[in-house]
């Protein structure tokens, strides 16, 4: 699936995930390859993205985690992501 993370500075990130995880309102949720259509908004916390690879570009803003698995993050204030078709949008602060 295709995620991309766009603050008002700049593309964060824009590339081919595993899965996403976000800070929701009512705590963190998981989205995953052929999840529902959703929009959410986002609260202050972690972006945690599971993909095996991501660009040079994105590594200047996105940290690995400490995880057996390929786990990068991205802190938000706030934000919000809609998803749809194994696409994703996160607009964050």
């Known amino acids: ?3 991309k993370i ?3 500075e700049t593309v964060i990130f824009e ?3 595993d899965s996403v995880l976000l800070p929701g309102k009512n705590g963190d949720f998981h989205i995953m390859k052929d999840h529902i259509a959703i ?3 986002l609260v202050n916390g972690k972006v945690r993205l ?8 994105a590594s200047k803003f996105l ?5 057996p698995k390929n786990v990068y993050s991205f802190l938000i204030k ?10 994703g ?4 602060e």
């Open 89 to 92: 949008i996160i607009l964050a």
């Open 63 to 67: 940290k690995k985690e400490n995880d």
């Open 6 to 8: 766009l603050t008002p």
């Open 39 to 41: 929009v959410s908004s």
């Open 78 to 87: 706030s934000g919000v992501i809609e998803f749809s078709n194994n696409k």
């Open 1 to 3: 699936m295709n995620i």
């Open 15 to 17: 590339g081919e995930v």
């Open 50 to 57: 599971f993909t095996n690879e991501i660009s040079e570009a």
